[in-house]
C-alpha cells in the first residue's frame, strides 16, 4: 500500500473524528455546566476540527472515482439531487423540530441547538462538497490540459482559504476584499465551461434546467438557514470557516446558475442539435447496414425510413427504375394513384430526373390541378456516375416545410445509398466470379483427367497427339481403346459449346465409349462382338438424346484398326474429314465420307444418316485426325486455315515419323495464326503405320 | 450480325450479315423462336453475307429444325458462300436441311 493509498484510507475516520471533536467543542461551550466539570476547550480546538472536517470531507470527495458515466448528464444532477435534497430536507426537518420544541416547552437550553447546528453544518459540508465535485466532472468534461492545471489551482487557492481563521490571517478590510473577489472571479471562469450542455437532447435539456433550478433550492434552504442563525442569540458555536464556505457556495450556486441559464437558452437551439444528431445517427446506422451484407432491399428501406424521420416529412415515396428482388419501392401516407400523378406532372415539366426543391406547390397551376394535400416537396434522384436506381419524393403538408439543408442531408443520405447498393453488387459479382472461377478449375481438372496420358504404343503403328484448350475448359477430347484380337478402337469429337456443360458431355461421350464397347457375350460371330462404328454411332446418338440440350451437339469419329487383317473401318458423325496419305498412290486426300453429327435427329432414323468407310492400310499409310479448332484457326486477315494448307503439309511430311509430322503441322499452324488467339480447342492425332510390318502370325 | 426480315403473305425471309458465332446467335434464336414464324409456309435465309458460323449458330438452326417440321414450316437457306457450306457438309446437316444455291430457287420450291 502506498503512501497516498494509507492516506486515504485514514481520511474517512479522520473526518468523522473531527466532526465529533467539533460536536464535543460545540456541546462544552453552549453547556456551561459540562464546561465546569470537564474544562472549557481552547478556541484553537474547535477551529482546528472544523477546518480538520471541511477539509476531510472536500479529499474524500475528491478521491472518489468520477460519478460522470458515459455522457449521462442527467443521471449525474438526478443523482446529486437526491442525495443533497435528503441532506437539505433533512436539516430543514431537524431546524423545524427545534423550532416545535422550543414552541412546546420553551427552554433556555443551548445544548440541544447546538447539536443542530453541528448536525446541519455537517450535513451542509458534505452537500458542498458533493456538488463541487459534481461540478468538477462538468468543468472538466472533455477539457484541455491546461483546464484540468487551472482546477487543480483552483482547489489549491480554496483549500488556502481554510487556513485565514486557523492561523488567525483573517485578511481583514482591504485585503480581504481583493483575495475574495480574485477567487470569486476564478470561480465564474471556471462557470464559463459548460461543454457538456450541447450533449443533451431537448428533453434532457428541461430535465436538467428543473434539477438545476431543484439544486439553487436546496443550497437556498441551507444558506436561509445559517443567515437566521447567526443572528439567534442563542448561537454560541464559533462562526464557520466564512471564508471558504462562502467561496464554495459561491463557485456551486454561481455554476449551477450558469449551467441553468446556459441550457435555458439552448432550449430554442435544441431542435437543430438533435436534427444534426439523428442525421449522423441515420448515418451511422446506413453504414453499418452495409457492413452486415444487407440486401438491396434492406438497404433501401433503411434509407426511406431515415429520411422520412430525420426531413421529418409528411408524406414520401421512393421508386426504383428496375425492380430488385421483387422490390419496387416505398410509400408512406400517400396513395399510389397520388404518387403517379404528381411524377407524370413532373416528367411533363422534364423535371422527374433531377434534384427538385418546391416549397410552395400551390403557386403551380399544374400541382393545383392535382389538388394535393401538400404544399412542399423535394425530388432526390438516386444515381452515380454509372446509372440511376430511383428517385425519393419527400412531401410536406405546410409551405417552406424544407430547407436547404434538408436538400443536403438528403443527398448525403443518397449518396451513401448508392454507394452501399454499388458495394453490395461488386460482392456479390465477386463472390459469383469467384463461383465460377472455381467451378472452372474443377471441370478443367475433371476433363484433364479425361484426356488418356499414355498413347498406345506398338510395333504396327505410331501415334502422336496434341491437345489444346481454348479457355479453362474446352469441348474437344478423344481416346482409346484396346479390343482383343489385335484391334484398337480410337475416338475423336468436339461437344458444341464450352465450359462446365461441354466438359459434362465430354464425360458423357467418354462412359458411352467405354459401355458400348464391351465384348457382347450373346454375339454369333466375331463381327458382332463389338459394335461396327456406324452402330456405335447410332447407339450413342440414342444415348445422348436425352441428356443433350436441344442446341447443343457432338461430332466424333471412331476408328476401329484392325492390323491383323491390316485394314480399318471408321464411321464419321459430322466430324472434320480424316485426311490420310496413301503410300501405294502416292497421294494425300480426304476421306470424305457423308455422316450426320450426333444430338441433330433426336430419333430412330439417325442410322439413315450414318456410313461405315472400310480401307486396307499400307505400311508407311499416315492418317491425320483432328477437330475442327485446327482447320478453323484464324490468321492475320481473319482467314481460315484450311483443310488444304493441312493437306499441303501432310504432302510434305508423309515421310517422317508421325512425331516428326505433328511438330510440322503444329509449326505450320503456328506460323500461320501467329499473333492470333486461340478460339476453339485444337486437338491433333497423327498415326503412321509402320513401314515394316511385322508378321501377324508370328 | 446483322439481321434484317423481309416478309410475304406465305414466307419470311431473314438476312444475315456478318459472323454467327455465340453471342450473336442468341438474336437469331429470339428470332426465331417467335411464334408467329410458324404461321409462315417457308422460312428462307439469306446466307450471301454470312461470313462464318459457328457451332452456336448451328446448334440454333438444329434446335428449331424439329420444331419447324413439326408445324409444317420448310427451312430453306441460299446464297450460301463455299466456306459455310463447308461447314453444313462436314457437320452432314446438307442431308437434313434444303440449301439451294439461289434465291429464285428458294421462292420456287
Keep these: ?698 | 450480325m446483322k439481321i434484317t426480315q423481309q416478309a410475304t403473305d406465305t414466307s419470311l425471309t431473314l438476312n444475315l450479315d456478318g459472323e454467327l458465332d455465340a453471342s450473336s446467335s442468341v438474336i437469331l434464336d429470339t428470332e426465331l423462336s417467335k411464334s408467329e414464324v410458324l404461321d409462315y409456309q417457308k422460312i428462307l435465309i439469306d446466307c450471301q453475307r454470312l461470313n462464318y458460323i459457328s457451332s452456336a449458330g448451328l446448334g440454333v438452326f438444329i434446335s428449331h429444325l424439329q420444331r419447324l417440321q413439326d408445324a409444317n414450316v420448310k427451312l430453306i437457306f441460299y446464297n450460301m458462300q463455299e466456306k459455310v457450306h463447308n461447314v453444313f457438309e462436314i457437320l452432314g446437316l446438307d442431308s437434313l436441311m434444303t440449301i439451294v444455291p439461289t434465291q429464285a430457287e428458294a421462292v420456287a420450291i
Excluded at chain 1, 397551376?365 to 452515380?384: A, C, E, Y
Excluded at chain 1, 458444341?496 to 465409349?513: D, E, L, N, P, R
Excluded at chain 1, 463381327?527 to 461430332?555: D, G, W
Design chain 1, 1 to 698: 500500500m502506498s503512501l497516498r493509498q494509507k492516506l486515504q484510507a485514514v481520511i474517512l475516520p479522520l473526518t468523522i473524528l473531527s466532526w465529533l471533536v467539533l460536536l464535543y467543542c460545540t456541546l462544552l461551550t453552549a453547556s456551561p455546566e459540562l464546561a465546569t466539570q470537564l474544562g472549557r476547550p481552547a478556541p484553537w480546538l474547535t477551529l482546528v476540527s472544523q477546518a480538520l472536517f471541511a477539509a476531510g470531507v472536500f479529499l474524500y470527495q475528491r478521491n472518489r472515482p468520477d460519478p460522470l458515466r458515459g455522457t449521462d448528464f442527467t443521471g449525474l444532477l438526478r443523482r446529486l439531487l437526491l442525495g443533497p435534497g435528503i441532506l437539505a430536507s433533512v436539516c430543514v426537518g431537524l431546524h423545524l423540530l427545534e423550532r416545535f420544541i422550543q414552541a412546546e416547552a420553551p427552554t433556555n437550553d443551548r445544548v440541544f441547538f447546538a447539536v443542530i447546528y453541528t448536525i446541519n453544518l455537517a450535513l451542509f459540508i458534505v452537500f458542498l462538497a458533493s456538488t463541487n465535485y459534481t461540478w468538477r466532472s462538468l468543468v472538466l468534461f472533455r477539457a484541455p490540459t491546461h483546464l484540468r492545471r487551472e482546477w487543480l489551482w483552483f482547489e489549491l487557492l480554496l483549500g488556502g482559504t481554510l487556513l485565514f481563521r486557523l492561523l488567525n490571517w483573517a485578511p481583514t478590510g482591504l485585503l480581504a476584499y481583493p483575495v475574495m473577489g480574485g477567487l470569486a472571479l476564478f470561480g465564474i471562469y471556471l462557470s464559463g465551461n459548460q461543454k457538456w450542455v450541447a450533449y443533451l437532447n431537448r428533453r434532457q435539456k428541461w430535465e436538467v434546467v428543473l434539477l438545476q433550478a431543484g439544486l439553487l433550492l436546496c443550497m437556498g434552504v441551507f444558506v436561509v438557514y445559517f443567515l437566521r442563525i447567526e443572528h439567534d442569540p442563542k448561537l454560541v458555536a464559533p462562526a464557520p470557516q466564512h471564508a471558504f464556505l462562502m467561496l464554495t457556495v459561491f463557485f456551486a450556486a454561481f455554476y449551477s446558475l450558469v449551467g441553468l441559464l446556459v441550457t435555458f437558452f439552448n432550449l430554442p437551439t435544441a431542435g437543430v442539435f438533435e436534427q444534426k444528431r439523428e442525421e449522423i445517427l441515420s448515418l451511422q446506422r446506413l453504414t453499418q447496414l452495409i457492413q452486415k451484407g444487407q440486401t438491396e432491399k434492406e438497404i433501401y428501406s433503411t434509407l426511406f425510413d431515415s429520411a422520412v424521420q430525420t426531413v421529418g416529412a409528411d408524406a414520401a415515396w421512393l421508386t426504383l427504375d428496375t425492380p430488385t428482388d421483387g422490390y419496387s419501392g416505398k410509400y408512406f401516407n400517400i396513395e399510389q394513384e397520388q404518387s403517379a400523378a404528381i411524377h407524370s406532372l413532373l416528367t411533363d415539366y422534364n423535371l422527374g430526373h433531377i434534384e427538385y426543391l418546391n416549397n410552395d406547390l400551390d403557386n403551380s397551376s399544374g400541382f393545383r390541378s392535382l389538388k394535393l394535400p401538400f404544399s412542399s416537396m423535394i425530388v432526390m434522384p438516386l444515381r452515380s456516375t454509372k446509372r440511376r436506381y430511383g428517385s425519393l419524393y419527400m412531401l410536406k403538408d405546410q409551405r417552406h416545410g424544407f430547407d436547404r439543408e434538408n436538400l443536403g442531408i438528403l443527398q448525403t443520405f443518397t449518396s451513401q445509398t448508392v454507394l452501399s447498393i454499388e458495394n453490395l453488387q461488386l460482392l456479390q459479382a465477386s463472390i459469383e466470379n469467384e463461383r465460377v472461377q472455381e467451378e472452372l478449375k474443377i471441370a478443367s481438372a475433371v476433363q484433364d483427367s479425361l484426356i488418356p496420358k499414355t498413347l498406345p504404343t506398338d510395333n504396327w503403328f505410331e501415334i502422336s497427339s496434341f491437345a489444346l484448350a481454348a479457355k479453362e475448359v474446352g469441348g474437344d477430347f478423344y481416346d482409346f481403346l484396346h479390343l482383343p484380337g489385335r484391334r484398337l478402337a480410337i475416338l475423336v469429337g468436339d461437344v458444341s459449346g464450352k465450359g462446365v456443360t461441354a466438359a459434362f458431355h465430354v464425360a458423357q461421350m467418354k462412359g458411352i465409349f467405354h459401355a458400348l464397347m464391351q465384348e457382347n457375350p450373346l454375339a454369333r460371330n466375331d463381327r458382332e462382338k463389338f459394335p461396327v462404328p456406324s452402330r456405335f454411332m447410332s447407339q450413342a446418338n440414342t444415348a445422348l438424346i436425352h441428356c443433350l440440350e436441344k442446341s447443343s451437339f457432338i461430332t466424333a469419329s471412331l476408328y476401329i484398326i484392325d492390323y491383323e487383317h491390316g485394314g480399318f473401318v471408321f464411321a464419321r458423325a459430322g466430324h472434320c474429314h480424316t485426311l490420310y496419305y496413301h503410300s501405294i498412290k502416292e497421294e494425300v486426300s480426304y476421306f470424305r465420307t457423308a455422316g450426320l453429327g450426333l444430338g441433330i435427329i433426336r430419333n430412330d432414323s439417325y442410322e439413315k444418316h450414318i456410313k461405315n468407310q472400310f480401307y486396307d492400310y499400307n505400311p508407311g499409310d499416315v492418317m491425320v485426325v483432328y477437330t475442327d479448332g485446327i482447320v478453323e484457326a484464324r490468321g492475320e486477315n481473319k482467314e481460315e486455315y484450311g483443310e488444304e494448307r493441312l493437306q499441303r503439309v501432310l504432302e510434305r511430311t508423309y515421310y517422317l515419323e508421325a512425331e516428326e509430322i505433328k511438330q510440322h503441322i503444329l509449326s505450320d499452324l503456328a506460323e500461320f495464326s501467329y499473333g492470333q488467339p486461340v478460339h476453339d480447342d485444337q486437338t491433333l492425332l497423327v498415326i503412321k503405320f509402320k513401314a515394316v510390318q511385322p508378321d501377324p502370325h508370328s
